[in-house]
């Protein structure tokens, strides 16, 4: 992909996340990207519904999003940076990276059915194969969560 045309415009919606991510239901936890600033940033959305399965057991009559769900979807959110970003450069094989560490999760406010999470990531730098990102989401936008993530490429075999 060498020429900006062959780039995905936005919004990249999820089937074009699916060819961008190996999350598959009930794990891919973005469902639409609106803005990219490639190497730099990216704003993604996941509409939570009472169908998710996690609602089933968190919790029965009081139905609350994991925390660890909102950091999963903050770090696929910086898998689609990462990955749009060499799209953009015009890379087509991009190695698979995986989430390494979490920082200074911090939780302001539950997520419940029918609110729309926003994830704001930047990355902060890029050395060898890592990546470390700044992570917010929000909910009409108040801060309901946030944290670093670092990534790394997974090492081939």
């Given amino acids: 992909m060498s ?3 062959d780039f995905m415009a936005l919004p990249i919606n999820v089937e ?6 190996p999350h598959r239901y009930p794990f891919l936890l973005v469902d ?5 600033v490639p190497d ?3 704003v993604a959305l996941k509409n939570v519904t009472i169908n998710e399965p996690f609602f089933q057991g968190h919790f029965p009559g009081h139905p609350v999003m994991p925390g660890v769900l909102i950091i999963e979807a903050m770090a696929q959110a910086a898998g689609l ?3 749009l970003s060499r799209r953009f450069k015009g890379d087509k094989g991009s190695p698979l990276f995986y989430l390494v560490k979490v920082d200074n999760a911090r939780f302001s406010a539950p997520v419940v059915p029918g609110d729309q999470l926003r994830f704001e990531v ?12 700044v992570a917010r989401s ?9 944290c670093e993530l670092m990534c790394a490429a997974r090492a081939h075999k």
């Fill in 81 to 83: 940076l990462t990955q």
């Fill in 138 to 146: 929000l909910v009409d936008g108040k801060e309901v969560a946030s």
């Fill in 3 to 5: 020429e900006k045309s």
């Fill in 16 to 21: 074009q996340i699916q060819e961008l991510l």
């Fill in 122 to 133: 930047s990355l902060k730098r890029l050395v060898r194969g890592m990546g470390l990102f």
């Fill in 40 to 42: 730099v940033s990216v």
């Fill in 32 to 36: 639409r990207v609106v803005e990219i």
